[in-house]
């Protein structure tokens, strides 16, 4: 074998959502916390990303994350979020791949019936709470950090469609919310592709005519992603809703998002259409669950923000190896604008 590099790489995915976790061949990453390790891999080893996600080994709709030893004594373990585009602060459907590899796998120890452990994003620690049964991770809960409004019915002006009404919040990532019932949407499979293209330019126009600073750290991007939101249905304590995420470079999330749902939420909690303690069950575009709630309010700065939880299930669906041979012409592979919309 001439391979110079070999990374073990444990396929999962979340309610639909692909997270590859890297649990073998990087070893340890520079940095205090999980924010400094991710800017190291971004400012100086970012060929590592494009080497697991780029064609030809990864595609567009793949994730990955490098788990990684945690320096918080209060972290069972650490893990950096490695997407398409950009390295974010804070994922739900890939945080609940990487506690189901830790547990399934073996590299953290399983209790049955409930697991409970601390994990350090980026973002910050989250916690986690596995329902299991027969070695099988059935439910992971997390705890996110506090999410919150930066913007409430903003007017933009967007290519094509004009002027449209916006809300932007944050859960981890920062989101433009769209009403998709206001654009004719129906949030079905059938309009997937016309959903990507449509996503792209809002959020795009929604980052140059909107300001947006995370007021505890600078450094999280801004406007990344669009969410497009369906009508809620209300049925006693319990909402629920269908969505979809446009992520870069555009493509539809296949889980219902959990980091779009912690912001969703926060918009939801500020227009007085959920309360702390009510269910939020939203549903993706392939027809899958995450169940959220409110569990407490803060601020964030001078933000009010709310703490939500987020549950779903992961299936680990393939364990292998990747490598790179030194004569391989694609060390940090490439990409097509036939599936990824523009060439990176």
């Keep these: 074998m001439r391979w110079s590099q070999t990374f073990t790489v444990v396929d999962c995915h979340a309610e639909g959502e692909i997270g590859k976790v890297v649990t073998g061949g990087v070893f340890d990453v520079p940095g205090p916390t999980m924010f400094d390790k991710m800017r190291h891999l971004e400012q100086h080893r970012d060929g590592l990303r494009k080497f697991l996600l780029f064609e030809p080994r990864g595609t567009v709709n793949h994730n990955a994350n490098i788990i990684l030893p945690s320096s918080n004594p209060a972290a069972a373990m650490g893990f950096v979020i490695l997407e398409s585009t950009e390295y974010p602060a804070m994922s739900g459907s890939n945080t609940i791949c990487v506690a189901t590899v830790l547990l399934e796998t073996g590299i953290l120890r399983m209790t049955e019936p409930v697991t409970e452990l601390v994990l350090e994003a980026p973002g910050g620690l989250i916690k986690v709470t596995c329902d299991?049964?027969?070695?099988?991770?059935?439910?992971?809960?997390?705890?996110?950090q506090p999410a919150f409004v930066y913007h409430?019915?903003?007017?933009?002006?967007?290519?094509?469609?004009?002027?449209?009404?916006?809300?932007?919040?944050?859960?981890?990532?920062?989101?433009?919310?769209?009403d998709a019932t206001a654009l004719g949407l129906g949030l079905t499979r059938d309009e997937a592709r016309d959903l990507c293209g449509l996503g792209q330019?809002?959020?795009?126009?929604?980052?140059?005519?909107?300001?947006?600073?995370?007021?505890?750290?600078?450094?999280?991007?801004?406007?990344?992603?669009?969410?497009?939101?369906?009508?809620?249905?209300?049925?006693?304590?319990?909402?629920?809703?269908?969505?979809?995420?446009?992520?870069?470079?555009?493509?539809?999330?296949?889980?219902?998002?959990?980091?779009?749902?912690?912001?969703?939420?926060?918009?939801?909690?500020?227009?007085?259409?959920?309360?702390?303690?009510?269910?939020?069950?939203?549903?993706?575009?392939?027809?899958?669950?995450?169940?959220?709630?409110?569990?407490?309010?803060?601020?964030?700065?001078?933000?009010?923000?709310?703490?939500?939880?987020?549950?779903?299930?992961?299936?680990?669906?393939?364990?292998?190896?990747?490598?790179?041979?030194?004569?391989?012409?694609?060390?940090?592979?490439?990409?097509?604008?036939?599936?990824?919309?523009?060439?990176?």
């Design 152 to 178: 409430l019915d903003k007017i933009i002006e967007v290519e094509g469609l004009g002027s449209l009404k916006v809300d932007v919040a944050y859960g981890g990532m920062t989101y433009v919310h769209v």
């Design 132 to 144: 299991c049964k027969d070695g099988k991770v059935r439910q992971v809960k997390f705890t996110n």
């Design 201 to 344: 330019r809002i959020k795009t126009a929604a980052a140059a005519q909107l300001a947006v600073s995370h007021p505890e750290n600078p450094l999280i991007p801004g406007i990344t992603q669009t969410q497009f939101m369906g009508p809620l249905r209300r049925e006693g304590n319990r909402v629920t809703a269908k969505n979809t995420v446009i992520v870069s470079p555009g493509r539809n999330d296949r889980s219902p998002c959990g980091t779009g749902t912690c912001a969703r939420l926060a918009v939801m909690h500020a227009k007085k259409q959920i309360k702390p303690g009510e269910i939020f069950d939203h549903e993706s575009l392939i027809g899958t669950h995450f169940i959220s709630e409110i569990v407490g309010t803060t601020k964030v700065g001078n933000y009010p923000a709310v703490i939500p939880t987020v549950a779903g299930q992961a299936w680990i669906t393939a364990i292998s190896q990747f490598g790179y041979d030194p004569s391989d012409p694609f060390p940090e592979g490439f990409t097509l604008s036939d599936v990824w919309l523009k060439a990176l």
